[in-house]
């Protein structure tokens, strides 16, 4: 693709489980390098009750076609609740279902934060989230299935998804460091899950102070489709995740 043109380095289709908040398309502007674009596509998502992320969740792959109707390179869902919901090892028959879809190479939420933990050599971790008890459990019981242990996390008991943007960018930074600092064990490294709060500035600041690694939804939404395209660039204030593009 010639360069100036949309995604002339990388065109990643987003499905979004909610209204894309602003702050994901601004921050996402932020990171990445000249001729990666993103175009977006929303689920019905309201709130995070099992009924409504199930009904949303029908919608991923007319998602997926309306995306590759827009000459995508790749697509790319995020929101980790409706993964879990189904139980072990779903990211991968759902990564499957989004490319039969679609005809293109498609990255779920779970596969993507797996693959940032995996590249880190993580094996114990902080979990902080906005999420009810029961999310965190599943998100719990999902990595362990994967060979990863949560050893602490905290949550904040939020179910609408409107309630969770409104909260200040600060409050995931607080949660993600208490969570991290409070383990009884030190983890190899933190997890931030949910689209709808925080900022990717959080990251290279808990990295910094605590001396460890973080993998958040939006940091590996970059570098996922970045490093499996061959995308390289040099993204620094960010994390060490994205700084490994380089």
Not at 43 to 62: K, S, Y
């Amino acid at each position: 693709m010639a360069e100036g043109t949309i995604g002339w380095r990388l065109h990643i289709g987003l499905i979004f489980p909610t209204p894309v908040p602003p702050r994901l398309v601004r921050e996402f502007y932020e990171v990445v390098p000249d001729g990666v674009d993103l175009t977006t596509v929303s689920l019905t998502v309201r709130h995070l009750g099992d009924d409504d992320i199930g009904d949303a969740a029908a919608g991923i792959e007319q998602a997926c076609k309306q995306l590759a109707a827009f000459d995508v390179d790749l697509i790319y869902l995020l929101g980790i609740p409706p993964i879990v919901l189904q139980g072990p090892g779903f990211h991968r028959t759902l990564d499957d279902r989004m490319a039969q879809a679609s005809g293109l190479p498609c990255i779920s939420d779970a596969t993507g934060v797996l693959d940032a933990m995996r590249y880190f050599e993580l094996k114990t971790l902080a979990l902080a989230t906005p999420f009810e008890p029961v999310i965190n459990e599943r998100i719990k019981a999902y990595l362990k299935s994967e060979g990863i242990d949560v050893i602490a996390m905290n949550g904040l008991g939020m179910r609408r998804n409107a309630d969770i943007r409104k909260l200040p960018i600060s409050v995931e930074y607080d949660l993600a460091r208490k969570t991290f600092l409070e383990s009884a064990q030190r983890p190899d490294g933190i997890y931030i899950a949910c689209g709808s709060w925080g900022s990717i500035h959080n990251v290279a600041l808990l990295e910094q102070e605590l001396g460890t690694k973080v993998v958040s939804w939006m940091n590996a939404f970059i570098w996922c489709p970045m490093r499996r395209r061959g995308v390289r660039a040099t993204i620094e204030g960010f994390g060490s995740l994205l700084r490994s593009l380089a």
